[in-house]
């Protein structure tokens, strides 16, 4: 009949202090370990004394010791197979594992380690030995301790992280959905030509923003602007800017005014862009600026007039496939006061059509590092002279995914495209 595990607790009131405290004693000699034992209880250690590995294994898994000193050769169940089932056991905590032995062989000390021990000693154990190396082992410990809590605390820490960055992520969604949102209509068909617009923001969210708004009878406003920098701030400013171009409300439109019948009719562009410039200066709290291309399409007429503020100069294709790059440069709005802003006109025929671009389209680098710039857009152009309408966007954005070698471009990319038909034959 074997009889309970004997269980020895210091008969110190306090605890003993270092990383071992709870010490389990295997040895089928009962002799050899009532000896260590002895030597461990004086020590201040609680002691528990296991006959067998089997037996070891048990009390290991009801009360994890800090230390298991074992015998190597017992019967049934070694010292090294119990050390291998030992660790198999897993847990948080770290235990250190001393098997005792008369083997010297290098091979076996090896076989030893291998199978997760961490120290030996000769038998019979010195005790000032075994007190050294117990100290060593303690070291360890609190070392590995130490690991597991700085581990335990990063692990929290990256959680945390990681639960703020979803939810971050989640909000990034939305705002591009409603960034996107901005652009109500992607295509409008009208008697006079057919508009297309594309926004593409090279991140969750971007600066730039494409629009077109009802300019009174006879007129449509277009516009293009490009807020510098990326991310949230940048989207913020343009949804600001929006309101100002606002198609849905015209009395809020800076570049609308009534004329005397009380119809809302175009302002020149070069004063509606001097005067966002001055309310960029003295009105919004921003380092900010942006680049502005407004215009204004006389339906009857072809007449375009714009005003151009640092953005891409606007291309025109004619219907015989002829390509001309025209535009004034100019100083983006909100960079510096008292800027004079002009504006310039084209006049479309019918089968013409007008591009206006971010930089985001001549400025997408190759492989090699190389933009495709304007030469490189004339060309692309030529060969999608025949591609009308949105899908003369769409396929703009794959030949700048094969120019660059990937879907996800540096920066935004925006376009209108406006093609005129002009008036409808009688």
């Known amino acids: 009949m074997q009889t309970a595990p004997h269980r020895y607790i210091s008969p110190s009131s306090q605890p003993r202090a270092g990383a071992?405290?709870?010490?389990?004693?295997?040895?089928?000699?009962?002799?050899?370990?009532?000896?260590?034992?002895?030597?461990?209880?004086?020590w201040g250690f609680e002691v528990e004394e296991a006959g067998s590995g089997e037996e070891a294994l048990r009390l290991a898994a009801l009360n994890r010791p800090d230390l298991v000193l074992s015998d190597w050769m017992m019967p049934g169940m070694s010292g090294l197979e119990l050390c291998k089932h030992f660790r198999a056991l897993g847990g948080e905590e770290y235990s250190y594992f001393i098997l005792l032995t008369s083997k010297s062989d290098k091979e076996e000390v090896?076989?030893?380690?291998?199978?997760?021990?961490?120290?030996?000693?000769?038998?019979?154990?010195?005790?000032?030995?075994?007190?050294?190396?117990?100290?060593a082992g303690e070291r360890l410990i609190e070392m590995q301790r130490k690991m597991a809590q700085a581990n335990r605390t990063l692990s929290e820490t990256l959680g945390e992280l990681q639960q703020l960055y979803d939810n971050i992520d989640s909000d990034l969604k939305e705002a591009k959905k409603l960034q996107q949102s901005l652009v109500r209509e992607r295509f409008r068909a009208m008697p006079v030509g057919d508009?297309?617009?594309?926004?593409?923001?090279?991140?969750?969210?971007?600066?730039?923003?494409?629009?077109?708004?009802?300019?009174?009878?006879?007129?449509?406003?277009?516009?293009?602007?490009?807020v510098s920098g990326h991310g949230i701030s940048s989207a913020l400013m343009t949804a600001s800017l929006a309101g100002y171009l606002s198609s849905a409300a015209p009395d809020q439109n800076v570049a609308l005014h009534k004329n005397l019948e009380g119809e809302f009719v175009p302002r020149p562009p070069d004063e509606v862009v001097a005067d966002l410039n001055n309310l960029v200066l003295d009105e919004m709290e921003t380092e900010h600026y942006f680049t502005l291309l407004l215009g204004f399409v006389e339906m009857s007429t072809g007449q375009v007039v714009m005003s151009q503020a640092g953005h891409p100069n606007p291309v025109i294709q004619r219907a015989n496939g002829t390509i001309e790059i025209t535009g004034t440069g100019g100083f983006p709005v909100g960079l510096l006061s008292g800027v004079d802003f002009v504006q310039f006109e084209v006049v479309l025929c019918p089968g013409d059509r007008i591009l206006i671009l971010s930089d985001g389209v001549t400025e997408c680098p190759g492989p090699d590092g190389a933009m495709l710039d304007e030469g490189g857009l004339i060309a692309l152009m030529h060969d999608l002279s025949q591609t009308c309408g949105?899908?003369?966007?769409?396929?703009?954005?794959?030949?700048?995914?094969?120019?660059?070698?990937?879907?996800d471009f540096p920066d935004d990319v925006s376009a209108i495209l406006f093609e005129y038909h002009g008036l409808p034959v009688a």
Do not use: C
Request: glycine letters at 10%.
């Open 110 to 135: 090896a076989r030893g380690l291998d199978n997760g021990a961490d120290d030996f000693l000769s038998k019979p154990v010195d005790n000032n030995e075994l007190r050294a190396r117990i100290t």
């Open 390 to 407: 949105p899908s003369f966007l769409e396929a703009l954005i794959w030949r700048l995914t094969e120019f660059n070698g990937s879907e």
């Open 195 to 226: 508009l297309s617009l594309m926004l593409r923001s090279s991140g969750h969210v971007g600066g730039d923003l494409v629009g077109f708004f009802e300019a009174g009878p006879r007129h449509i406003g277009l516009y293009a602007l490009d």
């Open 20 to 42: 071992i405290r709870r010490v389990l004693v295997v040895d089928d000699s009962k002799l050899q370990r009532k000896l260590l034992s002895i030597a461990l209880k004086k």
